[in-house]
């Protein structure tokens, strides 16, 4: 084992199964995989996982796929057959860890659910993350990533004040449970050093979805606050949103009082500093719509490079609005690292840990894995030999 | 200890010490203490937390405030006085792991920077959580919300097409970094088991922006795609996104081929299946702007629930977008026992944990401290009298 690694690796040595597909899941085991873990994903012969077929493509791999399914091995099984089944209980026996996002039942129906797992293997921690739950009315739904967002909530507090709901700009209906996943799973690791016994973890995408909607949903319970879509704006602080210049966007925050003083010294507002409708916080929260104004006629007379050198200079929270090709090519992101080759699958570039652990990037993420790659490797682990394997590959079991 | 209590809180008998503000840093410890961690929060004597100025209040303690802290002790501690200090540095030395989300460099200022703790206790995890992470040439910028979201390219793929950029409708920005410290905090405590030292994670909520947006930045950097602003719909996958109807939006995604036959049947549109145009996943998303004036003719005749009723029965995901209010009235959001109330705030709800926990759901939280509630405890705890306690209340470092 190499030192190296193994200081950024701390999961090695736990095998994780993986029988997911799209994003929630992937995401989650992706996680795991980053931190070390060998994770196995289990697909269907023939076609994988469904996001195998999602464009745009490169060198016939789904980019989509890769993205997420690095430091993993892939294994087709059909899971319809016995032989398949077999062999998937096999590899309960031998793992720490299940993560599977099929529809609610599915698992159940297969006889591969978390009871059967359990009388396999005690130790198993077993992780369902699914549209809605395993539990209640809508357990049976199907759920895609804009589903979540639209029944949760969660459209319609993004987007224009007055203006359509939007979706969020990325998948975070899957990707906020497969995250919560990866805490829940990795809570049940720490759990099981003390209690001898795996778990079931039951995640559902609606509900990851009020969890990141925690102070919305409070206010409204708590406080009678209708929450809705306020374009850049957060709904208690100001000013904390984009304001355009004359030239480009610049988001600002200002959230404490002496940024408050330090921002008007630095736009030559003073005079904001002595009007009482902005005394404090709270104030300038409630009357947003008398101090934008005020701060859009600063804004509109400069430009956005001028703003954010005399902001910067005053301590001030800001940033220009970045597109997707502005921040790959932003000095920050080049120094922490972020973005990462891997060295199978060379010229292709991936976003990697959002952390630093010990001192530097995560390292040594391996490539996607081909439909199947593993196979042979990880039948022979399971002490199967190459004339069993091709008679399982005959049969279509592979 | 109560074995109900016990099976879903997998986190019992972890020390956690959290010198954390407003969100990043609380969101993270929030899940550790729900998960069962001891969390001693330590908070500036006089004020605490910025988050307990934030508006709305209620009983005079801050809703937003109040979400993310509950299931934590409070302690005030003045870290500018060496008997503070060193007060920290004795709970330092029999925790398990500490998060901060101060400023780069603050901590190591005070003295009581990672290799500072380290040295106090080798076992250590500490994890630091800031807007562009330890290193780099923007580690000592300050970032609020708003500015992960903007400098990391978030907003310019959120809002409506061709409109202007829009901040995700909760602090992403926040929140996501609190969710991946959690994550590697977590599988720094299974490395702990085998390696016996602790480690040191450095959370950048910039580059934790980039890792939601992974698929964009693999579009980008891989097939040379700028993503956009889209309003409801998904950059890949079509139809998957927001319609008019007659009366209400309805949300629905169709992302594979049995989905596309039940959606077109459901629909009466059977000739669309004929449609060369639409034959296959790649080429409904490429033309997606000739088929959606030809969704929206059909949706445009009738009524949301009339929809809802035609697609369900027909097994495609489809939704309601629900405001705040619609969904803490849904029947599953009640099923899953999402909304908790704890004991001591009675009438107070909150949204609690996303996931169910060996069949059902966390239970047990405890109410948000006030600011120092557990001054007398902790400190007998490390063994101080309540003389001294008075004495260190009279010189302020309480």
Known sequence: MNAQIAQDKPLQGLKVLDITHMLAGPYC???????????????RPGEGDFARAIAPFRDDESLYFMSVN????????NLKTEEGKQILRDLIAQSDIL???????????LGLGYQDARAINPRLIYASISGYGQTGPYRHKPAFDVIAQAVSGMMSITGQEGGPPARVGVSIGDIASGLFAAVAVLAAVEGRHKS????????????????????????YLNAGEVPVRLGSRHPLIAPFQSFNTADQP??????????????????GVEALLDDPRFADGPMRAARHAELEPLLNAVFSQGRRDDFLERLEAADVPCSPINSIPEVTQDPQVAHRQVLVEVPEASGIKYVGAPFHYNGGPVSGETAPPALGAHNEEILAELGLDSVRIAELRRIGVL
Chains 1, 2 share one sequence.
Request: charge should be negative.
């Open 29 to 43: 085991t992706w996680m795991l995989g980053l931190m070390g873990a060998d994770v196995i994903k289990v697909e």
């Open 70 to 77: 690095r430091n993993k091995r892939s294994i087709t099984l």
């Open 99 to 109: 993560v599977e996002n099929n529809r609610a039942g599915v698992m159940d129906r």
């Open 196 to 219: 001898g016994e795996g778990a079931f973890v039951d995640v559902s995408m609606m509900d990851c979805q009020l969890a990141l909607m925690e102070n919305a949903v409070s206010r």
């Open 250 to 267: 610049i988001a600002i925050c200002v959230d404490t009082e002496p940024q408050w003083h330090r921002f008007c010294h630095a736009l």
